[in-house]
């Protein structure tokens, strides 16, 4: 078939043209292209991120090549090249310039870039991609020596006490943040799987910015929570309440769940969202017993993590979260449903039940009662 083209019109290409089939694929290192070069993929989005591409496309509603180039301080050829990444990676949208319109086509932000990657959204994301990219990536560069050695490689366990002690307290942040985001999303998933109408009083131990206790809350009214985390965390979770109007529903406390040595007592459900993968099984049992303690009898613990199957394959989520718990912790792991069940038995708590969740932070909440 011939087509005749003029210059300057957009060359139709038929998608089909290009597929091969499945049975070759098989045969051709395809996905490991795809797997060596993922970085690729992840340092667009990093860069797009650190330059301000999608904020400042939001701000000028759209522009055109020249127009971004210009904003950015970039010139022509990688002002180029990097739109034509973003909008592969359905960051940006391009859209071909009218009829008998000057200038070339204009980019906008899709959907998800304008919601997670615009800064001073209520969504922004940009600060765990920041975070990632200044500490992630480097120590990720470092898994093999990682594994030689089981110590993490994003700082240094000989000179800090944990990850979170940098010197960038802007960069913290903002990973506290994107943090927010992301549970938000895991909290409207466990708010929609699990029914906490039968619970009055939530503790959600190492609650972060309370992104959970703010979307429970407000799913369910009549619920009231504490969120208990070290000292500045818990100052934030106080900012985001006031800020949010949930000062009457949502308390902070300061407190230490390895130090102290119990939790605060008056509530009927304990939440861990991505506590017991930052530490060893030991820790993880304690931290157990503490819940059990300090629940009535009924109470319920209620653990959200990217859960490992019990045979260990998989999901890829679960998998890599542990790997990065390598990396980035001293003793954590992404445990498996067989290990949480062990350590709630062990605890005292009665059978579990597993809700799967489709959210990004968790595949699973795992729900166990105290007889
Ligand atoms: C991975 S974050 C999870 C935050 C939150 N649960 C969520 O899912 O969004 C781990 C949390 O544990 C808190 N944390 C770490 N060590 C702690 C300790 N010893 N006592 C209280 N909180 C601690 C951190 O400050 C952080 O908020």
Known sequence: MTRSITVGQEIPVRR????????????????????????WRFKVLAAGVELGLFTALERLGGADASRIGAELGLPARPTRMLLACCTALELLERRAPGE????????????????????????????????????GYPGWDRLTEA?????????????????????????????WGAMFT?????????????????HRRLLDVGGGAGAFPVGLCRRYPHLRATVLDLPRVAAMAR??????????????????????PELPGGHDVILLSMI???????????????CYAALPSGGTVVICELVLDDDESGPPSAALMGLNMLV???????????????????????????????????NAALVARKP
Do not use: C
């Open 239 to 260: 900012a985001k309440a006031a800020e949010l109007g949930l000062e009457q529903v949502i308390e902070a406390r300061e407190g230490d769940f390895l130090r102290d």
């Open 16 to 39: 089909e043209e290009l597929a091969r089939p499945a049975a070759a694929a098989a045969a051709t290192p395809v996905a490991l292209m795809e797997l060596t070069t993922g970085f």
């Open 182 to 198: 992301l549970s938000s999303f895991t909290a409207a998933a466990l708010g929609e799987a699990y029914d906490f109408t039968a």
């Open 276 to 290: 017991l993968h930052d530490w060893d099984e030991a820790t993880g049992r304690r931290l157990l017993e503490k």
């Open 328 to 362: 980035e912790t001293r003793a954590g792991h992404n445990w498996t449903y067989a290990e949480y069940a062990d350590w709630l038995a062990a605890a005292g708590f009665g059978p579990l039940t597993v809700l799967p969740l489709d959210a990004a932070g968790a």
């Open 100 to 135: 008998g319109a000057g200038g070339g086509a204009r980019y906008h932000n899709t959907p998800m870039a304008a919601q997670f990657l615009v800064e001073d959204r209520p969504h922004y994301f940009g600060g765990f991609v920041r975070y990632s990219d200044r500490y």
């Open 147 to 175: 594994l030689r050695t089981d110590r993490p490689t994003t700082w240094d366990p000989d000179v800090q006490e944990s990850a979170f002690v940098t010197a960038d307290p802007a960069l913290l942040e903002g990973f």
